[in-house]
């Protein structure tokens, strides 16, 4: 089992079924950049139990009851660091375009102001801690082990689908070649 797909900027990893890891079990990381500098990304499927509201509330700014969501765990690289993808670049300058309709980064300062005037809403934007992150040539060689398997996708599949499923139904795009793995269980000894 292989695919031809190359990792890039707009590209998901899909983990393999047995990694054994606390940041990348059964996870779907968006590539925002890959070259031969490294690899960077956000695992979109980890959701956190900590509210947006305990990163930003300070007493200038408070976040809404309806915008308060949970932080997810982008992965292991700066965990003491929040970032955000959004699909609003119309609003936010200084985002960088990971794929048709999602967007890295921006003015934290805008970010925090259209959230106040309730003009993002919290479908717009999603709120990380940490990254994960590849030295040059690193995730060539766990690609070689089998560890990943990249494809495409759109962002309406990457933010519309609950964190929980995203993982099985990444799997699915990937194709009958890899249609039992979202049959086997987390722990293979369980089995």
Known sequence: MSTTIKPSSGTI????PFLKDFYFTRSVILLAEHSEDGTFGLI????TN????????????????????NIFLGGPVKTDSLYFIHTRNDLIENSVKILEGIYWGGNIDTVKHLI?????????????????GWDPKQLDEELKEHTWVVTQTDANFLLKNPP???WKKAVKILGKDYSEWTNYPIDPQLN
């Open 116 to 132: 106040q005037q309730r003009i993002l809403t919290k479908d717009d934007i999603r709120f990380y801690i940490g990254y994960s």
């Open 44 to 47: 979109l499927n980890k959701p």
């Open 164 to 166: 929980e499923l995203l």
């Open 50 to 69: 900590l509210k947006l509201s305990e990163t930003l509330n300070n007493g200038s700014f408070t976040i809404s009851e309806e915008f308060d969501n």
């Open 13 to 16: 990893l899909v983990s393999e």
